[in-house]
């Protein structure tokens, strides 16, 4: 295992697999040394504070986001295919009731989060000491690259989220017909033509034929995915031969930065109870919590169909603590995705646990304290990605 150091069209939500068919055929190193102490530039420090004043939301209280997410605001709206879903209300948040696999809500408040998760992941997503975003750890230029067939390559985004992922590579790469997949699809400003959105529920099958797909990308299902060997063979199936497969995904629980749980439990009693809880809960819930640096990896490596199987651990800062500037840069931007996590969780840990709602609050407020303590706390994140075998 590697270690990461410090005018548009639509999408067409309501499209059938066989019109984005149609539209695609016509047309690291280990690092175990701490480098947080690592002395930043003056020009990595104006860089960082002209990025600081252009965040548009404060950290300071979760809930004062709903405020900013009004249809003037927004950088997305929800299509028809969304306004016509069927959705449920539960402590105050609005969840998908299409599939009860997925426990996180599907409102504007979590749309925000998503949105700072993806910036903070692109920033870890950095090398060091070069002030420079990427989408990707994994070599999909490589897979996308012209093999100069006249063929244009397809990539998959699954679970797209709110779409900003998607959205971003297929402006990175125009001549790729990219498909985003999601239980709830949203429409973004700024949609490229080359990229088209339906709304699936990849977890029980993925609609496409066998060998479609040059790459496919999968990142945050850890909170609707209960069979993860069976989701891995089904993406395979739909890449081609010689095309590349990348999962993205958090283990659980987080922790203080290089630490063992004793340690983090010491230093953050807060933190590590609600974590500790959160775990339990995504465990009872049938989720695996050890997914990204076990479950995918052993999978993919038992797979017959794939080889140059590689692992990255990026870990994200849950606070800008760190010196080094991509580090604290996702820290600005997964701060607010930290604190989000008691809100995002709270339903999911009500009922998995059968706790009140007050206790759960109680272990969130004493969670985000840690947080706003400025503690090197961070929540793992793994890069795994194999190629599919060439014919």
């Given at each position: 295992m590697h270690t990461v150091p410090p005018g548009s069209n639509s999408p067409t939500a309501g499209s059938t697999i066989s019109e984005i068919m149609?539209?695609?055929?016509?047309?690291?190193?280990?690092?175990?040394?701490?480098?947080?102490?690592?002395?930043?530039?003056?020009?990595d420090n104006r860089s960082l504070m002209t990025f600081c004043k252009s965040i548009p939301f404060t950290c300071r209280d979760v809930r004062t986001m709903a405020?900013?997410?009004?249809?003037d605001s927004?950088?997305?709206?929800?299509?028809?295919?969304?306004?016509?879903?069927?959705?449920?209300?539960?402590?105050?948040?609005?969840?998908?009731?299409?599939?009860?696999?997925?426990s996180l809500p599907a409102d504007e408040l979590e749309f925000a989060r998503l949105d700072y998760q993806h910036f903070g992941l692109k920033a870890r997503a950095s090398p060091t000491q070069l002030y420079h975003d990427k989408n990707y750890l994994a070599p999909i230029p490589?897979?996308?690259?012209?093999?100069?067939?006249?063929?244009?390559?397809?990539?998959?985004?699954?679970?797209?989220?709110?779409?900003?992922?998607?959205?971003?590579?297929?402006?990175?790469?125009?001549?790729?017909?990219?498909?985003?997949?999601?239980l709830i699809p949203v429409q973004r400003d700024g949609t490229p033509d080359n990229l088209h959105f339906m709304q699936e529920d990849a977890s029980i099958g993925i609609g496409f034929p066998d060998d479609y797909f040059d790459c496919v990308h999968a990142r945050a299902l850890i909170a609707g995915m209960r069979n993860w060997p069976k989701f891995i063979e089904e993406v395979i199936r739909v890449t081609r031969p010689g095309g590349l497969v990348v999962f993205i995904e958090p283990n659980l629980p987080m922790g203080l930065y290089k630490s063992t749980?004793?340690?983090?439990?010491?230093?953050t009693p807060g933190a590590y109870a609600f974590a500790d809880v959160m775990a339990r809960a995504f465990t009872?819930?049938?989720?695996?919590?050890?997914?990204?640096?076990?479950?995918?990896?052993?999978?993919?490596?038992?797979n017959d169909l794939v080889d140059r199987v590689e692992q990255v651990e990026a870990s994200f800062p849950c606070s800008p603590w760190a010196v080094e500037p991509n580090w604290k840069k996702?820290?600005?931007?997964?701060?607010?995705?930290?604190?989000?996590?008691?809100?995002?969780?709270?339903?999911?840990?009500?009922?998995?646990?059968?706790?009140?709602?007050?206790?759960?609050?109680?272990?969130?407020k004493a969670y985000v304290e840690d947080i706003e303590a400025g503690h090197r706390l961070v929540y793992p994140i793994y890069h795994n990605w194999a190629w599919k075998k060439g014919l």
């Open positions: 149609l539209r695609h055929d016509t047309g690291h190193k280990d690092d175990n040394t701490d480098t947080f102490n690592d002395g930043a530039t003056e020009t405020h900013h997410m009004d249809s927004a950088t997305f709206s929800m299509t028809s295919s969304m306004e016509n879903a069927i959705f449920r209300e539960d402590a105050g948040r609005r969840f998908q009731a299409t599939n009860d696999d997925y490589e897979a996308l690259k012209d093999d100069g067939t006249g063929q244009r390559k397809r990539g998959l985004d699954i679970g797209a989220g709110t779409g900003i992922w998607a959205i971003e590579m297929a402006q990175e790469f125009p001549s790729v017909d990219w498909t985003a997949l999601d749980a004793e340690e983090t439990r010491a230093v009872r819930r049938g989720y695996d919590i050890n997914a990204a640096s076990k479950t995918i990896l052993s999978v993919l490596k038992a996702s820290g600005i931007m997964m701060k607010f995705n930290a604190i989000s996590v008691p809100e995002t969780t709270k339903v999911l840990i009500m009922d998995a646990m059968e706790m009140p709602q007050y206790q759960v609050e109680a272990l969130g």
